[in-house]
């Protein structure tokens, strides 16, 4: 398949039963359920499993729209969460490689981040992640975002699919994102403005 061949929509709340329906019961990433970015480890880790789905689910309810969902036909094949920084404080945290810096700051509500992605097996290495970056990105543009930014891998050849939940480099390069800092090894902090 072809990102073309992907369709790609925000996660409302009419989308919550196939977000789960991907995510699978137990939900990914040992039961995350897109919270890691979202608050610290000491209230996070109480809650994986169901906790952190109830609480995810609340916020989808709630709005706005954490992400996109691509869908190959009816199934979902991956999500991407897209949005703020500020609604993931986490991910400014000062000692990881997705630091803001002092020109777009975590607190201006147009700064966004494309922080995580899941991609359903059976379905990876087919163009989904691409096809939720460019999804993403149009969210970002129809809500005003004034730019993306983004700490991916940049050896994903010798990172397993978990690993990957920031992306791979090469799908950020593609879609036009620039290095504009790198904190850590293999962690750029990459930028593009809309």
Partial sequence: MSKTDFQVVPLTPEHWPALEGLFGPQGPCYGCWCNHFRMPPKL??????????????????????????????????????????????????????????????????????ASCFFVRKGFRSQGVTAALLSGGLDFARTSG??????????????RSADGL?????????????????????????MRLVL
Avoid: C
């Avoid at 709630?62 to 991910?91: C, K, N, S, Y």
């Avoid at 975002?145 to 010798?158: C, H, W």
């Fill in 44 to 113: 996070r880790k109480p809650l994986l499993g169901e906790g952190a789905r109830q609480l995810f689910e609340e916020r989808v309810t709630r709005g706005p729209p954490p992400g996109v969902l691509a869908f190959a036909g009816d199934v979902p094949a991956g999500w991407l969460q897209i949005g703020p920084r500020a609604h993931v404080p986490e991910w400014n945290n000062p000692r990881r490689a997705s630091t803001p810096l002092p020109d777009a700051p975590a607190e201006d509500e147009r700064n966004w981040a």
């Fill in 165 to 189: 939940y920031v992306g791979p480099e090469s799908v950020f390069q593609r879609a036009g994102f620039a290095e504009i800092a790198r904190r850590r090894p293999g962690r750029p902090l």
């Fill in 145 to 158: 975002a004034r730019l993306v930014e983004a700490a991916p891998m940049d050896n994903e050849a010798r």
